[in-house]
């Protein structure tokens, strides 16, 4: 039997979600809970609609940190696009900013996942390399034209944004 989040967010358009997390703040533990278990159609939704719920450095996600992290390389192209979403809005330590780099790394160079993805880890992977200089030799690499080809038109003009910030 589904919960009334779970039917919210099947049966919802995003306004209405917003307003239901808005409405039911204690449903904000079961959205995370559900970001994080395998559990299709609700796992990706509940992240999408989380990062448009929470604060910059939310405590409500801090509990929740490690896990996302541990999950996010056995996760789908559209759940690891949203739960990047949402480790980009968290201070992390170093521990989990080391891990974290590692699996962005990854997907940056599985160039056959989707753009949006890629967009997302490579987001992470510049915020890093801003708190962390010495990364920036990486992105030169990490930027070569085998890795970036695939990627849409669009996705290709915010990877040379975000590469005018460093």
């Given at each position: 039997m589904e919960t009334a989040l779970e039917q919210i967010l099947t049966k919802s358009y995003k306004a209405g979600m917003i307003r239901f997390m808005a409405e039911h703040p204690e449903a904000f533990e079961e959205a995370m809970e559900l970001a994080v278990i395998d559990k299709p159609p609700y796992s990706?939704?509940?992240?999408?609609?989380?990062?448009?719920?929470?604060?910059?450095?939310?405590?409500?996600?801090?509990?929740?940190?490690?896990?996302?992290?541990?999950?996010?390389?056995n996760r789908t192209d559209n759940l690891q696009r949203e739960l990047f979403k949402i480790l980009f809005n968290m201070e992390l330590n170093e521990a989990c900013e080391g891990r974290l780099f590692n699996i962005c790394l990854d997907v940056w160079e599985r160039i056959h996942k989707q753009p949006s993805v890629r967009l997302n880890a490579f987001q992470l992977i510049i915020k890093m390399t801003r708190k962390y200089p010495e990364l920036s030799n990486e992105i030169e690499l990490l930027t070569q034209e085998q890795y970036i080809e695939s990627l849409s038109p669009g996705v290709k003009h915010s990877i040379s944004r975000l590469l005018r910030t460093l």
């Open positions: 990706w939704r509940a992240a999408w609609l989380l990062w448009s719920c929470m604060e910059k450095n939310d405590q409500r996600v801090q509990p929740y940190v490690n896990a996302i992290i541990d999950i996010l390389p």
